[in-house]
């Protein structure tokens, strides 16, 4: 199939690549999330500690994960996209079946890094894919589609992970879920294609109709973050994302285990049960981000960080009443709300971040993104919240999870208060 072919598909072909690239997506959350509801096993039978679990749910992961990443993205603006795409599946989904071979935390550690290698080419080409398939005005939509990946691989993490685990043991779950990935990488590269760099659409919102065949030299890393790095917006964006994945990760790592310590559920029950959670709260909170975005968004542009930041200010009081709830029926129902909200920002950061640079741009800009947001959130969140765990063990002893996880809630008022701030900058920085 060719770009031009490709263009003649029309909306059709769109929406297939966006649902195999949510696919994609879900195996990279899938493979990611899947160890925090293997967490209590494995460290049952390795004998380790909170911190060691939470190095290895962000830093282990986060170290190449970021800092491949933008080098990764790099390379996308120049070569083909679905070819990186389908290697770094193939890399990660890899890896994540090692970790079933773990003998010990250096071993699995390792194994968690080579996940991290495989996922950095896992998602800024596809933001750079979805803005190049989709017109202006859907973009926040196909974004928040596109991200609909991370409640359905959570969801499929936590589910299929514990079911596995309490069916055989923890080593089979990781070995199960990443042959999957890996059967799904040639699929991925066999039907679907590069189309025209930078997004050009007809009046009707139909992409040009023209070859990829010697397309315009992509900028340099140099010229890349010459053009992002002074913009205010971008490092409030960025940095607001980041504030908020340091307690969205963390939370939805040891949220798990807080259910076995503090509720006493069996693994198959908090499996099921945290699975429905992320399922439902999070595809709800990631379409309205997206619906919300390209409504308000069409008339200002300051509206794309301010939705998220009202969302952070209602999750935290609610994500404080459902941890201290003990019914399970109104937990759920009270944690369903910050679980929507907790996703979203997702839709309206990542269509401004697409917005800060020129189309060719994209895949770089959206890398150096990813790279802030996941440093911080991914890197510093689950160990965050693991090490003040053990470290208030000796006073609360059992219930120090909890106490761990009310301090983390802070992080979200820092990010709404850098997404306001953000607000004021936006409408100067945007590039159509």
């Given at each position: 199939m060719t770009a031009a072919s490709t263009a003649k598909s029309g909306s059709g072909y769109r929406i297939y690549v966006l649902a195999i690239l949510i696919v994609v997506y879900t195996f990279n959350f899938l493979d990611r999330q899947i160890l925090g509801i293997l967490a209590g096993p494995i460290k049952a039978e390795l004998g380790l500690t909170d911190s060691q679990l939470g190095l290895m749910g962000g830093l282990a992961f986060a170290l190449f994960y970021t800092g491949l990443g933008i080098p990764v993205a790099w390379l996308a603006d120049r070569w083909s996209r679905s070819w990186i795409m389908t290697g770094a599946l193939t890399i990660w989904s890899g890896f994540t079946a090692a970790c079933g071979l773990a003998t010990g935390f250096w071993s699995l550690f390792l194994c968690r890094m080579g996940v991290g290698v495989g996922e950095a080419g896992g998602t800024a080409p596809a933001y750079s894919l979805i803005a190049d398939y989709f017109p202006p005005n859907q973009r926040a939509r196909a974004l928040a589609a596109y991200s609909f990946g991370i409640p359905i691989g959570t969801a499929a993490g936590i589910i299929f992970g514990g079911l596995i685990a309490a069916a055989i043991d923890w080593r089979m779950a990781f070995i199960v879920v990443g042959l999957a990935g890996v059967l799904i990488a040639p699929i991925f590269k066999l039907t679907v294609k590069d189309p025209r760099r930078g997004g050009a659409f007809t009046a009707e919102g139909q992409p040009v109709d023209e070859p990829l065949a010697a397309p315009p030299k992509a900028?340099?890393?140099?010229?890349?973050?010459?053009?992002?790095?002074?913009?205010?917006?971008?490092?409030?964006?960025?940095?607001?994302?980041?504030?908020?994945?340091?307690?969205?990760?963390?939370?939805?790592?040891?949220?798990?285990?807080?259910?076995?310590?503090?509720?006493?559920?069996?693994?198959?029950?908090?499996?099921?049960?945290?699975?429905?959670?992320?399922?439902?709260?999070?595809?709800?909170?990631?379409?309205?981000?997206?619906?919300?975005?390209?409504?308000?968004?069409?008339?200002?542009?300051?509206?794309?960080?301010?939705?998220?930041?009202?969302?952070?200010?209602?999750?935290?009081?609610?994500?404080?009443?459902?941890?201290?709830?003990?019914?399970?029926?109104?937990?759920?129902?009270?944690?369903?709300?910050?679980?929507?909200?907790?996703?979203?920002?997702?839709?309206?950061?990542?269509?401004?971040?697409?917005?800060?640079?020129?189309?060719?741009?994209?895949?770089?800009?959206?890398?150096?993104?990813?790279?802030?947001?996941?440093?911080?959130?991914?890197?510093?969140?689950?160990?965050?919240?693991?090490?003040?765990?053990?470290?208030?063990?000796?006073?609360?002893?059992?219930?120090?999870?909890?106490?761990?996880?009310?301090?983390?809630?802070?992080?979200?008022?820092?990010?709404?208060?850098?997404?306001?701030?953000?607000?004021?900058?936006?409408?100067?920085?945007?590039?159509?």
């Open positions: 900028p340099g890393m140099g010229e890349v973050m010459a053009t992002l790095l002074p913009k205010a917006s971008f490092w409030l964006l960025s940095l607001g994302a980041a504030a908020s994945s340091v307690c969205g990760y963390g939370i939805a790592f040891w949220l798990p285990s807080f259910f076995e310590r503090s509720l006493g559920l069996g693994l198959v029950d908090r499996s099921l049960y945290l699975g429905a959670l992320a399922l439902v709260g999070g595809v709800a909170g990631v379409w309205a981000g997206g619906w919300l975005g390209d409504r308000l968004g069409g008339k200002s542009k300051r509206a794309y960080p301010i939705v998220p930041a009202i969302a952070f200010l209602i999750a935290l009081p609610c994500f404080f009443l459902a941890i201290n709830v003990t019914n399970l029926w109104l937990a759920f129902l009270l944690f369903l709300i910050p679980q929507g909200l907790n996703l979203v920002w997702l839709g309206p950061i990542i269509t401004s971040i697409q917005h800060l640079v020129p189309g060719r741009m994209r895949s770089t800009a959206s890398a150096a993104f990813l790279f802030v947001n996941n440093l911080i959130g991914l890197g510093l969140g689950t160990y965050y919240f693991g090490a003040v765990s053990d470290a208030l063990t000796p006073m609360f002893g059992a219930e120090a999870l909890r106490y761990s996880i009310y301090s983390g809630l802070c992080f979200y008022l820092v990010s709404a208060t850098l997404f306001f701030l953000a607000s004021r900058k936006l409408e100067r920085d945007w590039v159509d």
